[in-house]
């Protein structure tokens, strides 16, 4: 059974920082694009940050551009998002996909055929 599990969403001050990680098993995802997604109470989802197989190629929403840094270790299996100076629209669960037969990025949803199950993200103080 393919799984992404997100974890490190926690409750952090504005202008703070924080890592999501998303360890994947039952696949190796080292050859698949991954992103990350977030989706705020009464909003639909949104892209976030997207990255190819080798770690290369990277793309971010404008939103997050300058703040927000996408990785990838796939010895580990794992992609990370690693969030600088958050905003209090930050707010969200947060959702890493992986994309099923291809290696590269992509900012649109409909690309991803695994997903995890989410984390929260609260920016307040």
């Known amino acids: 059974q393919v799984r992404l599990v997100e974890s490190g969403g926690r409750l952090v001050q504005p202008g703070g920082s924080l890592r999501l990680s998303c360890a994947a098993s039952?696949?190796?995802?080292?050859?698949?694009?991954m992103g990350w997604f977030r989706q705020s109470p009464g909003k639909e989802r949104e892209f976030v940050a997207t990255?190819?197989?080798?770690?290369?190629?990277?793309n971010y929403a404008d939103s997050v551009k300058g703040r927000f840094t996408i990785s990838r270790d796939n010895a580990e299996n794992t992609v990370y998002l690693q969030m600088n100076n958050v905003e209090p629209e930050d707010t969200a669960v947060y959702y890493c996909?992986?994309?099923?037969?291809?290696?590269?990025?992509?900012?649109?949803?409909?690309?991803?055929?695994?997903w995890g199950q989410g984390t929260q993200v609260t920016v307040s103080s």
């Open positions: 039952g696949r190796r995802f080292s050859s698949a694009g």
């Open positions: 996909a992986g994309r099923r037969y291809s290696s590269e990025d992509s900012d649109d949803a409909k690309d991803y055929y695994y």
């Open positions: 990255i190819d197989w080798s770690g290369n190629r990277m």
